[in-house]
């Protein structure tokens, strides 16, 4: 009869250990309402108070009968039934039943180990729960959510002889959660608890070592929050445990790098040779592939190409995500002719390149500045019945827009014209057929977009806006920043590059009032006008003449502001150029403030610079700054005389450049300065202005 009983029990139990495998298996799909909370600590606010107090004889003793068992079963059964309605709160309630049963068989011990296993498993894979607890002194209801790990924990904590299952489930959900120290912790413990046969003879075999899976979800944690310290050290570790990483560890490693924010190719390029020289491990194409895009992301698309060369000459049959990835680093590095060549050895290989290729490819001809191949790459995918996607799209119409600036840049320029013994700056935006055609392109792809059923996001009207601004079409420009308002609905709005953009194309045209309203607008919508929103109305404000404006604009950026905007060179070049065509006394004193402000700033005659009290470079700087320039040096020059600064005087030297520049200072000190001052040009250096030391302390002299 007992040998009867026995049997019965271990087929009841066998039959427990399939459910509860299925239960495993299912565990993962759990999903919880995160109803209210009540096991709360007294003692503890972070903390959900244990279950049951520890003590040495949790698990239930023997007791006569198959009574006590069949209740444990069914006791099991409901928690599991529980679990699958989401409710771990009465799980836990049925839990702690089971604990504080009566005695029964030996072997209830195991139901109420099982039981452990499935709610901690719950508990790790769930998230927050809510915890209503009284706060003292007061009669209203605290709640605060508690992460069911800490209740995981404290069923680890609360089990006798808890297994190893329990801890690395408690490992693998704090590993999840992204808590690698804690995770470290407990796979040290149960490093400790269950140490590797061959060195503690003692241990059972189904003690065994922490499974490569839990090693793994350690490592994974460790290198999500960037401690590759811990992670050379604990793959150190695993080896001399006998528990030898495989392929998958080293490309799930390989994977945070590749998607870490910070830039790991340093630490990718070190776990590639490491799984080069594991024994017993090949790395495969994922793993040189995920390599490649660390090495992307970390911008150093040099090292990319290098590992797609390698990869090439070992013979690894290569597929169409590796190549699209080689593409994506040319693309990045502006080697749009590598990724063309790339794209024609995979049609030559019988691979057929996707819709992302070719959209790397478009991107790859648009850093590269050939905007006529990104369309022929466009025109390629039509023939062949390709769906354009947006992202595509916008690689071409970003290729039109960089092309436009590109051109832009060089024809805009200050022209500068002798008028009456002086010279002035002034705007010039000329008109530019090849600007005027790749706008008309752009016009043409949003078209297509639209007629095709295509998302026009805003980066796609951020970039044609883009396009306007050099082509100076700033009614166009208005027109698509109304069509994003329009759109808002959908998500699209106008950014601060669509903004800053429109007031380029204003400030192009000459049409002072349309920027100043963008600009103004721009701080309605919420969007903060950082440095190159200020420079560009201030540009349009140089264009269109207005220095009453643009000088209110640089009071306006040295005024403190949460963003820290500050005036660099840039603003500095355009204010002083709008005050120095504006004609008036006021003008001028604006722009030796404007001038003095920026030294203060350390904008321009910087103290580490090479320039010294008696020697000055002039020759970075555009003819208005060298125009104030003089006047503001010889000033401070003698405000330092009359300080008792300069104890001596001393030839003045002033580097021009043997350009038109040396000629312009000239007349500046010659013409404005008063009294005036004459210069020569050493034989020996004909790129400089020497005021000899007479000539210095006459001028001092006059202004003392």
Known sequence: ????????????????????????????????????????????????????????????????????????????????????????????????????????????GEVAAAAYHTVIEACCAGGHVQDQGRKKGENGINTRKVDLIDVAEDLLQSMNNATAHAYETVISGYARRGKWSDALQKLVLIEEEFRPIGRNKSKSDEQSVPSLNVYQAVLVACARAGQYDNVTSLLTKMRRRGVRPNVYTYNSL????????????????????????????????????????????????????????????MGIELDVYCYTTAMDACAKGKMWKTALSILREMKEKGIEPNEVTYGVAVAACGNGGRWEKALELLDQMREMNMKINTITYNAAVSAL??????????????????????????????????????????????????????????????????????????????????????????????????????????GNSGEWEPALKLFN?????????????????IGAGMTANQPEQVFGLWDEMLQPNKEKIAPDIVTLTEVIGTLDRATGKINRDRADKVFSDAVKLGIIL???????????????????????ACRFIFCRLVEEM????????????????????????????????????????PKSEQGTLVVKEKVVKNYIDGHL
Not at 425 to 451: F, H, I, R, Y
């Open 401 to 506: 827009a960089k092309a436009a600036r590109t051109e832009s840049k060089q024809q805009r320029r200050f022209d500068f014209k002798q008028k009456g013994g002086k010279y002035h700056a002034t705007g010039n935006q000329p008109q530019n057929s090849e600007v005027n055609l790749l706008w008309c392109k752009t016009l043409d792809l949003l078209d297509c977009m639209e007629s095709e059923g295509v998302l026009r996001d805003s980066f796609t009207f951020s970039s044609a806006i883009s396009t306007c601004g050099a082509a100076g079409r700033w009614e166009e420009a208005m027109h698509l920043i109304n069509t994003m308002k329009a759109d808002g609905d959908r998500g699209i709005k106008p950014n601060r590059f669509a903004y800053t953009s429109a007031i380029t194309a204003c």
């Open 521 to 537: 607008d721009m701080k309605l919508d919420g969007l903060q006008p950082d440095l190159v929103s200020y420079n560009a109305l």
């Open 254 to 313: 390989l994977n945070v790098c590749a998607k870490d924010k910070e830039t790991r190719w340093k630490e990718a390029l070190s776990l590639l040779s490491q799984c080069q020289r594991e024994p017993g491990i090949d790395p495969d194409l994922v793993t040189y592939t995920t390599a490649m895009r660390a090495c992307i992301r970390g911008r150093r698309s040099d090292k990319a190409i290098e590992i797609f060369r390698v990869v090439k000459d």
């Open 642 to 681: 009359k300080k008792d600064k300069v104890q001596t005087v001393r030839d003045f030297s002033l580097i021009t450049g043997a350009s038109r520049m040396r000629e312009y200072v000239r007349e500046v000190l010659r013409d404005e300065l008063n009294p005036a001052i004459y210069c020569v040009v």
């Open 606 to 628: 910087r103290q580490d610079s090479l320039d010294s009290s008696w020697e000055v470079d002039l020759s970075g700087m555009s003819f208005p700054v060298a125009r104030a």
């Open 1 to 108: 009869m007992e040998t009867s009983s026995r049997r019965t029990r271990d087929k009841g139990m066998l039959t427990i250990f399939a459910i509860l495998s299925v239960k495993c298996m299912q565990i993962n799909a759990f999903h919880h309402p995160y109803s209210s909370w009540f096991f709360v600590s007294t003692t503890s606010p972070s903390r959900v108070a244990p279950l049951r107090q520890r003590s040495p004889q949790l698990c239930l003793s023997s007791s006569p009968g198959n009574e006590v068992i069949g209740t444990k079963k069914k006791t099991l059964y409901s928690i599991e039934s529980l679990l699958d309605d989401g409710d771990i709160d009465g799980a836990l309630l049925e839990l702690k039943r089971l604990e504080g049963g009566e005695e029964g068989p030996s072997n209830v």
